[in-house]
């Protein structure tokens, strides 16, 4: 089998992050989040953190430079040998560029999924969403509340949003991604990587995942598989 890379792509609140965490759950490979690697940077408070911090908030994008060596550093690591799958990155038409050429290097050739989701979808959930501290258990307040109100029902902790979900922020986001996002898809196309579209606007994130499984078979081969949860 190739190595598998999965570039998961889409607006945010596409689902994205959902999918990652199905399919690294039932499939060895790793999850690279810039968005996470990031929020720990920032939480963690080192130079980069501060550095991108004000750029996050605003819901702005982190420069190409920064966010491509975090990725480059991340794939070096062991557990990316059997394949990985890529969260929130590309962005940009330069963070494509840069990817392909290291893709190349080593021989990798990669598989775009695309989930598309209408703009309303994504505002309403992502003014909905609430996550845990302690255990980054994600929930939603219309699709999957928590059992009582604002607390974790795995820890208890008591939930959070995230900064950059604030309403007007969304909007700023959606605005980067049709501006310097959505250009990628071209980019994609130029240089003959397989795109997937998946509407993930009405179906159940399972049914979603278990469509993805099937293009990754497809693509790759039988790919190993732990628990099998999609
Ligand atoms: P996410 O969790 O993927 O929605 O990312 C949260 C925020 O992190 C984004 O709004 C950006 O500010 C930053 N970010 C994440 N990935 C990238 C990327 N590939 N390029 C630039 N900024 C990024």
């Known amino acids: 089998m190739n190595r598998p890379c999965l570039i998961l792509f889409g607006p945010p609140g596409s689902g994205k992050g959902t999918q990652a965490k199905f399919l690294r759950d039932t499939l060895q490979i790793a999850h690279i989040s810039t968005g996470d690697m990031l929020r720990e940077r920032v939480s963690a408070g080192d130079e980069l953190g501060r550095e991108v911090a004000g750029i996050m908030k605003s819901g702005g994008l982190v420069p190409d430079e920064t966010v491509y060596h975090l990725v480059v550093d991340r794939i070096e690591r062991p557990d990316c040998a059997n394949g990985f799958l890529l969260d929130g990155f590309p962005r940009t038409v330069k963070q494509a560029r840069l990817l392909s050429e290291l893709l190349d290097v080593q021989g990798i050739s990669p598989l775009v999924i695309f989930l598309k989701v209408d703009y309303n979808v ?81 179906r159940p994130p399972v049914e979603i995942a278990r469509e993805i499984r099937i293009l990754i078979e497809k693509k790759y081969g039988s790919v190993p598989v732990s628990v099998s949860k999609a």
């Open 122 to 202: 994504i505002i309403a959930r992502l003014s909905g969403r609430r996550l845990c501290p302690t255990c980054g258990a994600v929930y939603n307040l219309s699709s999957s509340a928590p059992e009582e109100a604002k607390v974790c029902d795995l820890d208890g902790t008591r939930l959070v949003s995230r900064d950059d979900d604030r309403p007007g922020v969304v909007l700023d986001r959606l605005k980067a991604y049709e501006r310097e996002t959505a250009p990628v898809l071209d980019f994609f196309r130029s240089v003959n990587y397989p795109i997937f579209e998946v509407d993930g606007t009405s």
